[in-house]
């Protein structure tokens, strides 16, 4: 079967392929918990079915619509009729745009903004609410940049939007170290030590 072969949202459960999430009108009483999907989300953030991808884009984003994470790590589809889990290489979504423009936030003073576009075309401004977080590999420092989508969901932002973030960044002393990061509605993310970067470049 091929992986995008389901049934399109609002149909009758009859039509949906077997071992995808019902996404028919809610039924009545506790949802039913299925286990695991065959669901794999890649390193790319492309979504997988039975080891091949999805091809179907709307799909794809009705599922990323009921996705949700738990406290222990794990990635859950969420429907009004059941709830299953999938898996994910490292994180659902991934950033592949990014531009910055004044914004006012509230203060009255115009302020930098950063905004993303994630392969499925959900735009996220970068703050408080969705803040920018830089895994580094505490060997390499190599760094693996994300951003919050939604509460426990982030995006990995992709090499070439990084390397635009690097350019914007500013120097900062935070907790007595002088570090390089970006600014977005008035808050700060760091990227990484000055002196750090400094060897890498080297």
Known sequence: MRGD???????GAHRQAPG???????ARGPKHEVGDYAIRIDRNGTWHYQGSPIGRKALVCLFASVL???????????????????EVEDAPF????????????????????????????????AGPEHP?????????????????????LEAKINRAVFYEL?????????????VLGVWSEGAFFPIDEIGALDTAAE
């Not at 995808?20 to 809610?26: D, E, I, Q, R, V």
């Not at 531009?99 to 576009?117: H, T, V």
């Open 5 to 11: 072969a389901a049934a399109a949202p609002g149909r």
């Open 68 to 86: 949700r994470r738990e406290a222990d790590g794990t990635y859950w589809l969420e429907t009004p009729v059941e709830r299953g889990r999938i």
């Open 20 to 26: 995808l999430p019902a996404t028919g009108p809610a």
């Open 132 to 152: 920018i977080r830089i895994h580094l590999d505490p060997r390499t420092r190599e760094p693996r940049p994300y951003i919050t989508v939604r509460p426990g």
């Open 166 to 178: 690097v350019a914007l960044g500013q120097p900062e002393v935070v907790d007595g170290r002088e």
């Open 94 to 125: 991934l950033a592949v745009e990014m531009w910055w423009k004044d914004c006012d936030c509230g203060d009255g003073r115009p302020r930098q903004c950063l905004a993303f576009r994630t392969n499925l075309d959900e735009i996220v401004t």
